[in-house]
């Protein structure tokens, strides 16, 4: 999948009004997420992703493995892309859902293993709500125009 795939389908997928906004999303959510998880998992992560994506998570960042919870996730992807954090927050699950689908299943699994997933207020569990219940999937897209909610 390329750039344009890429963003097409997050434009798709979160209903967004052009393309500029999913860019923005992707941007918020793979930046924050590359902050929070060690250099080498961001560049794991990333490498299957399109070469303008990768980036995000790796060349964009000043500062990896800094140490912040799930609501400071949220509340940074937010402020980046300028929305509500329910609405963040939301936008995050479903790029990971769409990334999870690219990238290998060892290197997903080395993210969600570098990520807390207690039952506390750190819980990354969150993220993953989209990949765990299933996925977005093709058939749910084609049936009902969205996927999960």
């Not at 999870?100 to 299943?105: G, K, N, S």
């Not at 807390?116 to 999937?137: I, N, T």
């Amino acid at each position: 999948m390329n750039f344009d795939e890429f963003t097409g389908k997050v434009q798709h997928r979160l209903e967004l009004a052009n393309t500029g906004e999913a860019v923005r999303a992707i941007r918020a959510t793979l930046l924050t997420l590359g902050q929070r998880i060690a250099e080498e998992n961001a560049e794991d992560f990333a490498a299957s992703l399109p070469m303008e994506i990768k980036w995000y998570m790796t060349g964009a960042v000043h500062e990896h493995g800094q140490r912040f919870d799930w609501q400071e996730f949220v509340d940074r992807v937010s402020e980046i892309e300028g929305i509500d954090p329910a609405d963040a927050a939301y936008h995050a699950r479903v790029i990971i859902d769409l990334a999870e689908t690219m990238v290998p299943e060892s290197d997903f699994q080395q993210l969600r293993d570098s990520l807390p997933e207690s039952e506390d207020d750190e819980s990354w569990r969150k993220l993953f709500e989209v990949v765990d219940a299933g996925g977005w999937g093709e058939s749910e897209e084609a049936q009902t125009g969205g996927g999960p909610t």
